[in-house]
């Protein structure tokens, strides 16, 4: 079977002491694309030079909302010379988040990092949003507790005419139509089995067919060890590590979850991905 990624992070630093083993794991386990996303300027060429080395790689380019208050004064001529240099990148990882700026305690993924009020995370994704409809790339969209000015932000701004994706959908059930109209793909990642999040996984038994991708979101969001196929050292803080491999174990879960064949659901991803994506 072919296995696609829509969304990871294979130039994160947990993972480079392991390329050459992730890239062996990946090729043996059937992985013809994933999606790698650089979140910010520093990021960029580096995804587009490992995209140059591993052909199973379609880069894309954004400034997440983590790092969107961060940004230097040319990021837009940035962003649209990585993009026009690689035609093949697409545009991500974008979007909102509100927890980030109700954040009360210290967390080490923004430990020094100026968050910016959602305003400005709002003008910032309707920039590259712009960007995404007028080349029309993919738009690869992480949102967490702005679902409502998402939806919002999604209907006022250009779209691209290719779709975009939903990463690690976690919204409402009652949103998904609004975001299906506008163009949207979901993906399904392993973290949804735990079971806090059993109403968010109950969603993707709804998702339609040619909507739904599976990601991996490597190296974070690892399987449960017993469902850990690829195991890898933990990172240098002792933070666990999700093996990009492991996306072999989210199409296992999402298709029991979907009560279809493996192969089938197999299909019908790869059709998808090479819709949005390739």
Known sequence: MNLYDAHQHFHFAALTPHRATIDADLRRTGVKGAVVNGTNEDEWPVVARLARDHDWI???????????????????????????????AHVGEIGLDRWVIDLKSD????????????????EVF???????????????????????????????????????????YAGPAEMIKNFTDLGAYYSFNIQLLEPKHATRLNNFRHIPAKR???????????????????????????????????????????????????????????????????
């Open 126 to 168: 309707a920039a590259q949003l712009a960007l995404a409809a007028e080349l029309n790339r993919a738009a690869s969209i992480h949102c967490v507790q702005a679902w409502g000015a998402l939806l919002e932000a999604l209907k006022k701004n250009p779209r691209p005419a290719r779709g975009f994706l939903l990463h690690g």
């Open 107 to 122: 967390d080490p993924r923004v430990a020094g990092l100026r968050v910016a009020p959602l305003e400005e995370q709002r």
């Open 58 to 88: 379609v880069p894309s380019f954004g400034l997440h909302p983590w790092d969107c208050g961060n940004r230097s004064a040319g990021w837009e001529k940035t962003l649209r010379a990585a993009l026009f240099a690689s035609p093949r």
């Open 212 to 278: 739904l991708l599976v990601e991996t979101d490597a190296p974070t969001k690892p399987p449960p060890a017993e469902r850990n196929r690829f195991p890898l050292p933990p990172a240098a803080d002792g933070s666990p590590v999700n093996h990009p491999a492991n996306i072999a174990v989210a199409y296992d879960a999402l298709a029991e979850l979907r009560g279809v064949p493996l192969e089938t659901l197999a299909v019908q991803v790869g059709q998808n991905f090479s819709r949005l994506f390739l």
